[in-house]
């Protein structure tokens, strides 16, 4: 089966750096989504790898292994506002979405 | 600049009830998608399209009928709605087969 993991809950520090992994096994691998979710909103696009590596945007990086099956983003200079659910998305060999239940980041002052 | 625009935002059924949720973009989009998400899962896809006509199932669709008309539009329909279906329904589209979901405001219902 199709899987992707992802912790239920961070919490850190507002100023701070925190890194969100997923591990995914899919069949087959056509790319990898970060959204962010703010509580009672829709989700929004973050970031999208398809090869190996790291992606810069801003405060927020997100990185890339397709050997190991890992992603992580990593959210720097942390603010009150980045306090939302972090959610992983792999695009499987039928180009359809396979979904991680989500991390819920809790910034704290 | 509307995106995706889902109708209603709120609704309460009850057991047996039937309804339809509304999702219009004015992207041009040809890939359409409604999912549903409940609490400590993942957003679930309930049925897709990828172009005006075409319709398919995802991986929740029992209970659920969709249709695309037009290319604008994805209706999704509960015939009989049961309380398993309340949740937060949202919709989304792309515009390519891989690109960037762009989602609607979501439709909470719940159905007693």
């Known amino acids: 089966g199709q899987n992707i993991d992802q912790p239920t809950e961070m919490t850190a520090t507002e100023g701070a750096i925190v890194q969100i992994n997923c591990t995914y096994q899919t069949s087959g691998f056509n790319g990898l989504f970060w959204y962010q979710q703010h509580a009672g909103e829709a989700p929004t696009f973050l970031s999208y790898n398809v090869l190996d590596g790291l992606e810069e945007k801003g405060r927020f990086s997100s990185f890339l292994s397709r050997s190991k099956g890992y992603s992580y983003l990593l959210l720097k200079e942390l603010q009150m506002k980045d306090s939302a659910s972090y959610l992983c998305?792999?695009?499987?060999?039928?180009?359809?979405?396979?979904w991680g239940a989500g991390t819920k980041l809790i910034i704290k002052p | 600049n509307a995106g995706v625009t889902q109708t209603p935002k709120f609704r309460v059924l009850k057991t047996g009830q039937s309804m339809t949720l509304l999702c219009a973009q004015d992207m041009n989009h040809e890939y359409m998608y409604w999912y549903r998400q409940d609490p400590g899962m993942g957003l679930r896809l309930i049925h897709y399209s990828v172009g005006e006509g075409t319709t398919a199932k995802g991986e929740v669709p029992d209970g659920y009928n969709v249709s695309r008309l037009k290319k604008q539009n994805f209706l999704l329909g509960l015939e009989s709605a049961a309380p398993s279906q309340t949740s937060v329904y949202f919709c989304a589209s792309k515009a390519r087969e891989v690109g960037e979901l762009f989602f609607g405001e979501g439709s909470r219902l719940t159905v007693l």
């Open positions: 998305a792999v695009v499987d060999s039928n180009y359809q979405l396979i």
